[in-house]
């Protein structure tokens, strides 16, 4: 009897032993979640608080990479459609594009169209040798958000991204490489502008003409 308790007692020990190796495999294979935008250089964000602006027109590219084809629309289109997401209120781009001087390369100026702020966006790199493959961008691109009074001065707030996509998995849409172009920049410019903070909708601002 005493060897049928001895016995059982050291079944249990192993049981609760494997248990305990089980939780700790596990715990050990858990991946951290992801934190969007976490390898997005970020300056220090001067005085976006300050300044909280609401309506901001999305200027033109600044396309710095040697490559042919960077998707400069789609990009815009994309950041366009991310803001709101901070609370902020983008410009129609025909508007935008329609106050636009000089011929090559055309420009926006600041405070045309009576904006708080002006988002540039400016492609160092592209590098789309694999997208029709794979899938998979190599970009780097940068966000500056300047306001429109104070045009020259530091911004109030930049972010650079240098980061290979690979987006086999993330997009799910069928059709030609073409076609998921600007699906594809939209997941760019969220991870681009994840950091960004949002806008305090409690203070007031003028409106501008969209």
Not at 3 to 31: E, H, I, K, M, P
Not at 79 to 84: G, I, K, N, R
């Amino acid at each position: 009897m005493i060897r049928t308790v001895q016995s059982s007692n050291t079944f249990d020990a192993r049981v609760a032993l494997l248990g305990l190796c089980a939780v700790s495999v596990l715990a050990g294979c858990q991946t951290q979640p992801r934190i969007p935008g976490a390898k997005v250089q970020v300056q220090p964000e001067g005085r976006l608080a300050a300044a909280n602006p609401s309506d901001i027109a999305v200027a033109p590219i600044e396309n710095l990479s040697p490559t042919a084809g960077v998707p400069e629309l789609e990009l815009r289109r994309a950041a366009s459609t991310f803001l709101p997401r901070k609370r902020y209120s983008p410009l129609k781009l025909e508007n935008v594009d329609g106050a636009l001087v000089g011929v090559e390369p055309a420009t926006y100026r600041p405070g045309t169209l009576r904006e708080d702020a002006v988002l540039e966006l400016t492609v160092h790199a592209w590098d789309d040798s694999l997208w029709d493959l794979r899938r998979t961008l190599t970009v780097d691109i940068e966000a500056r958000l300047v306001e429109s009074a104070g045009q020259g001065g530091p911004a109030l707030w930049t972010g650079r991204l240098s980061q290979r996509f690979d987006l086999t998995s993330s997009l799910h849409e069928g059709g030609s490489a073409a076609s998921l172009i600007q699906p594809a920049c939209n997941l760019i410019l969220e991870e681009l502008l994840a950091p960004l903070p949002s806008r305090d909708v409690a203070a007031q601002s003028r409106t501008a003409i969209n």
